[in-house]
Each structure stands twice: as C-alpha cells, then as structure tokens.
C-alpha cells in the first residue's frame, strides 16, 4: 500500500525556495524560472513602496524602529557604475535605498553590496537617507553582527517586515 500526499503551495516565494534546494520528489526549477520569481519578488517590494500613502512604523530584524514611506517615487537604477534594485524618493527630497536579495539568506557578501551602492549614489549627488537591506529568507548571522557593530542607518527587513509594508497597501504575498 502506498499512500501519498500533496500539498497545495500558496506562497510562491516559498514554492521558488523549495524548488531551488534539491529535495527528494521535489522538481526543481528552471535557472530562468527562478530569476524571473526573483525580480517579481524585487518588483512586488518596489511597487508596494511606490503605493504607500502614509508611513508605516515598523521595527527590523534586530529591532531598531523604522519609519517607512511615503514615497514621491520608488525605481529601478541601472547606470554604468551602480545598480539600485529600488532608489525610493521621499516627498523632501532624501533618498531610501533598497537592496533586495531572494536566493536564500543574504550574506556579508550583499550587506557590503548594499555599502558600495550607497558610496556610489552619494558620489551620483544623491541625498541617501535610510537604507535597507531586504531578504525574504532572513540574514546570515554575520550580517547581524556587523549591523549591530554599525552606526549607519541600514535596516534589515525580512518576510515578517516585508508581510506588513505590502499588506499596508492591499497586496499579499
């Protein structure tokens, strides 16, 4: 007799996550599919930021209180010496910065990212304000470590964070 059971994934974030680590019966995905899950993940985060109409308090991972939005503008930057996953405009003209990263735990490998990109927008004649560092699938401990040690204003948001910001403007992940 052999019985089986199947599940019904909702959370497609979580259903890309799975389907990235080789599990046994699990089929694995495409790299193509992924990356397309990955800048879908990127553009739900920037669409929810760009939608906000009033702030949103929130505390981040190690527990430090934010206010996030509203937000004159939220894109996408690509010049030829930085990338910005998401450059948020605030209605007084400062700048939030937004690095998201979906391919697991992020690492001091992307908070340094994060750093690089920040150096780069302030040398551009940006007026960067508060930076985030956002990973669906939380943060290496490392990185938690070296937040702590920083004065700088990176915040680190992950699924329970990113869950409140896109159900303030009706989405849902």
Not at 24 to 32: M, V
Not at 97 to 111: D, H, P, Q, S, T
Not at 122 to 145: A, C, H, Q, T, W
Request: proline share 2%; net charge positive; with cysteine.
């Amino acid at each position: 007799m052999c019985i089986r059971d199947s599940y019904r994934i909702t959370d497609k974030v979580f259903e890309a996550w799975l389907a990235l680590n080789e599990q046994p019966r699990l089929k694995k995905l495409s790299f193509e599919r992924v990356y397309v899950s990955s800048l879908s993940f990127e553009s739900l985060i920037r669409k929810s930021l760009f939608r906000l109409t009033k702030p949103i308090k929130i505390k981040d991972v190690i527990g430090r209180e934010v206010q996030i939005g509203p937000y004159k503008n939220a894109k996408r930057i690509v010049t030829p010496t930085v990338k910005v996953d998401i450059l948020a405009e605030t209605y007084d003209g400062r700048y939030n910065v937004y690095e998201v990263y979906f391919g697991g735990k992020a690492g001091i490998k992307k908070l340094n990212q994060l750093k690089r990109i920040i150096g780069e927008l302030i040398k551009l004649g940006y007026n960067v304000d508060d930076s985030f560092l956002v990973s669906y699938f939380g943060f290496e401990e490392g990185v938690l470590e070296e937040i702590r040690k920083m004065r700088g204003k990176i915040y680190l948001l992950k699924k329970e964070q990113i869950r409140k910001i896109v159900k303030g403007v009706g989405l849902h992940i």
